[in-house]
C-alpha cells in the first residue's frame, strides 16, 4: 500500500515508524529538515522536505498513485487543505487530524467527504473518549467498545482472589459453561511476551488479562475476576489542556462532579466560564497542600493530562497514596506503559497510540470496521464485517482455517454482541472481533478479502 504522511510530529513519525514496520511504501512530508532528519536515517521510508499544501510537492510525491493521505500537522486547516487537494489528484483516500471536534460531531450534517475528506480524527477527543470509558468500568485497566457497547474488550490484573487463577481455560469453561466471555491475549507479570489463550492455558496471579464480553457478561467478569464495581462521581483533573477541557465537559455533561486545576490564570478563567458546572482552579496541580486542601482523599478518580509525562505520572502516585480508587495519567513516552503496573498506576493513555489505532484499520485488508492495539502487547483487536465475498461466509467457527496465534473474541448481529463457539455459523452481515499477533494478521485479513 502506498502511504503519504503530511507531518513529521509525534504522531505522524509514530506513525511512519508503525507502517514502516509493515514494509508499507511510506512517504513522509514535513517543512522542518530537523523533524525528517531522525526518521530518514532510523525508517525505511521515503522523506520529503516541503509544504504538503504545495502542489507540485505532492505531484512529486506521486499522488496519483497513493492508496491513503493521512494529514496530522499541527495546523488543522493545513491538514484540511491537503486532504482536499490530495482527492483532486488522485489519492483513493484521505484521512485529516482536527483540533475542533465540533467537526466531527457534525461531520455527516457538513458533508466532509464531498470536499474529498474521508475520515475526521482528534487525538485528543479519541483521549478524552477512552477516559470516559474507563471511568466507566472503573476496576478495569484497559477497556474498548465495539459497536456501542454490543461487545467490550476489558484487560485487568488477576489478583489472587481471582476465581480464574491457577484454573486453565477450558476448567473454567467446565465450571462455568453459561459465561459470556472469551480470553483474548495473556502476558505473563514480568514478562514482554503476549499468549493468545488456549483450552490448556492456565490463568496465573499478576497476568495482565484481556477478555471481551457481552454487554450481560460484564458483571459476571466482575465476579469472577474479584474486582468490585467502584461508582465513580467525584474526579479531579489536572490539567487544562485540550484533553483536559473535554473530558471535563464530557463528565459535567454525564453529571459528574469534576474539580480542574490548572496553572495559567487566564486559561483556568476560559474554562470556568465555558463549563459553569465544573470547579475550575487555578494552581499548581504539583503541590501536594493544594491537592490536600482540595480534598483528594475524597475523590473517586484522578486524571493527570497536563502537557508533562513525568507530572503526570507523579501527581498519580501522589493521589493514589491519598486513597483515590482510580487513576488515569497521559503519558508521551510509549516505554512507560511497561512500568505503569509496577509503579502502581492504573491505566496510562497515549494519543498517539490511539490515533494510531484510528488510522490503522484503513491499512488493513478486508472490510476493517474498528481496531485497537491492545495496550503494551504485541497483538491487534480487528473488527471485520463479514461480505459474501469474505471466506468466512457461511462456515461454522470450526471449519475456519484460523491460524493459532489468532482467536475470535465474539461476532455483532443486528447490533447483539454474542460469543460464538465451534458450531456458529457465520453470516453476510455480521461483525466479527479477531485478536491476533503481528505474524498472523496477513492470513486474517485474507479471511475477509
Do not use: W
Request: contains cysteine; proline residues 2%; charged residues 25%.
Amino acid at each position: 500500500m502506498k502511504i503519504i504522511i503530511a507531518g513529521a510530529g509525534e504522531v505522524g513519525f509514530h506513525l511512519a515508524k508503525l507502517l514502516s514496520y509493515e514494509s508499507q511504501d511510506i512517504t513522509l512530508i514535513d517543512t522542518k529538515k530537523e523533524s525528517l532528519a531522525y526518521a530518514d536515517t532510523h525508517l525505511d521510508i521515503r522523506v520529503v522536505k516541503g509544504d504538503a499544501t504545495s502542489i507540485s510537492v505532492l505531484k512529486d510525491s506521486k499522488i496519483a498513485s497513493t492508496d491513503l493521505v493521512i494529514a496530522v500537522t499541527s495546523s488543522e486547516t493545513t491538514n484540511i487543505t491537503v486532504c482536499v487537494l490530495a482527492k483532486q489528484l488522485g489519492a483513493k483516500r484521505t484521512v485529516a487530524r482536527i483540533s475542533n471536534t465540533e467537526f466531527i460531531e457534525k461531520k455527516d450534517e457538513v458533508g466532509f467527504t464531498k470536499f474529498g475528506i474521508d475520515e475526521l480524527i482528534s487525538p485528543e477527543a479519541l483521549a478524552a473518549n477512552e477516559i470516559a470509558l474507563l471511568l466507566g468500568q472503573s476496576a478495569f485497566n484497559d477497556t474498548y467498545e465495539f459497536e456501542d457497547g454490543a461487545l467490550t474488550m476489558i484487560g485487568l490484573n488477576l489478583s489472587r482472589t481471582a476465581a480464574f487463577v491457577g484454573k486453565t481455560v477450558k476448567e473454567v469453561g467446565d465450571l462455568n459453561p453459561d459465561l459470556n466471555y472469551v480470553p483474548l491475549a495473556i502476558q505473563r507479570f514480568g514478562t514482554q511476551y503476549t499468549l493468545i489463550p488456549r483450552g490448556d492455558t492456565q490463568f496465573k496471579e499478576g497476568d495482565q488479562v484481556y477478555f471481551t464480553t457481552t454487554e450481560k457478561g460484564v458483571e459476571e467478569m466482575f465476579h469472577l475476576t474479584g474486582k468490585v464495581r467502584e461508582d465513580i462521581k467525584n474526579v479531579m483533573i489536572l490539567g487544562g489542556s485540550k484533553i483536559g477541557y473535554k473530558t471535563a465537559q464530557d463528565l459535567c455533561k454525564n453529571s459528574f462532579k469534576v474539580k480542574l486545576i490548572e496553572s495559567s490564570k487566564d486559561k483556568a478563567f476560559d474554562i470556568a466560564d465555558d463549563i459553569p458546572s465544573c470547579l475550575v482552579i487555578n494552581g499548581d496541580g504539583r503541590n501536594v497542600d493544594l491537592l490536600q486542601e482540595e480534598s483528594i482523599n475524597e475523590m473517586d478518580a484522578f486524571i493527570a493530562v497536563t502537557g508533562n509525562s513525568e507530572t503526570n505520572i507523579m501527581s498519580c502516585l501522589v493521589a493514589k497514596s491519598k486513597g483515590v480508587k482510580k487513576t488515569i495519567a497521559l503519558v508521551e513516552n510509549m516505554d512507560y506503559f511497561q512500568l505503569s503496573q509496577s509503579i502502581g498506576i492504573d491505566t496510562l493513555i497515549n494519543k498517539k497510540l490511539l490515533a494510531a489505532n484510528n488510522i490503522f484499520r484503513y491499512v488493513r485488508k478486508g472490510e476493517v470496521v474498528a481496531m485497537t492495539k491492545l495496550n503494551n502487547m504485541n497483538a491487534e483487536l480487528l473488527e471485520f464485517r463479514v461480505t459474501t465475498s469474505s471466506k468466512v461466509c457461511d462456515k461454522k467457527i470450526k471449519d475456519i482455517d484460523l491460524p493459532r496465534s489468532a482467536v475470535i473474541g465474539g461476532v455483532v448481529r443486528d447490533g447483539e454482541g454474542l460469543i460464538a463457539l465451534g458450531d456458529f455459523k457465520i453470516k453476510n452481515g455480521d461483525h466479527i472481533v479477531i485478536c491476533c499477533l503481528p505474524q498472523s494478521i496477513n492470513k486474517v485479513e485474507k479471511l475477509f478479502v
